[in-house]
T-cell receptor
């Protein structure tokens, strides 16, 4: 069984640029969530996708957007990058219904200079 | 709305000693509670979860936690610390069993240091 994978591992961008991060969900999982983890902090919920639609969002501005594809892979897009966007971005997948845990990927470390 | 407070950003224990990591939560609905561990440069791994039923929950690697509604607490314990337990530990709460559409709300984390 393949776990949650994310790419790239590390990324360096300049303020004002746009970035796309990718996530491949664990087999059989149809829901994906994205989290931002700033240095020394706990992860913060960005949004969740189910059946290719965003069905939940945390306190993040619209320049954070996402996509979920029919194969349940996902993208996180961030426009107009700011220095404070520097963080570890975690993707988590799960199945809906019942009591199911979220499975996290290793994350993408984004540095904005 | 939910929130999580983890008391102590750093906890240091000797190898073989009891590990106690504290977590208090706030939730407007019956909570689902989780403990995750994060090793350096890795993602999060679920240690254990409380949903309903038995309030003492056993997890992986010898960890357990007890849900105390009256104290709004979900402290994590392990009877005997091992060097491999050194990591960052996060307590999280959700109004839904798997995180729901609102996601998981995490505490700021506790860095566990094991002294030889």
């Amino acid at each position: 069984e393949t776990g949650v994978t994310q790419s790239p591992t590390h990324l360096i961008k300049t303020r004002g640029q746009q970035v796309t991060l990718r996530c491949s969900s664990q087999s059989g999982h149809n829901t994906v969530s994205w989290y931002q983890q700033a240095l020394g902090q706990g992860p913060q919920f960005i949004f969740q996708y189910y059946r290719e639609e965003e069905n939940g969002r945390g306190n993040f501005p619209p320049r954070f957007s996402g996509l979920q594809f029919p194969n349940y892979s996902s993208e996180l897009n961030v426009n107009a990058l700011e220095l404070d966007d520097s963080a570890l971005y975690l993707c988590a997948s799960r199945s809906t219904g019942g009591v199911y845990e979220q499975y996290f990927g290793p994350g993408t470390r984004l540095t904005v200079t | 709305a939910q929130s999580v407070t983890q008391l102590g950003s750093h906890v240091s224990v000797s190898e073989g000693a009891l590990v106690l990591l504290r977590c208090n939560y706030s939730s407007s609905v019956p909570p689902y509670l989780f403990w995750y561990v994060q090793y350096p440069n890795q993602g999060l791994q679920l240690l254990l979860k409380y949903t309903t039923g038995a309030t003492l929950v056993k997890g992986i690697n010898g960890f357990e936690a007890e849900f105390k509604k009256s104290e709004t607490s979900f402290h994590l314990t392990k009877p005997s610390a091992h060097m491999s337990d050194a990591a960052e530990y996060f307590c999280a709460v959700s109004a839904h069993s798997g995180g729901g559409a609102d996601g998981l709300t995490f505490g700021k984390g506790t860095h566990l240091i094991i002294q030889p």
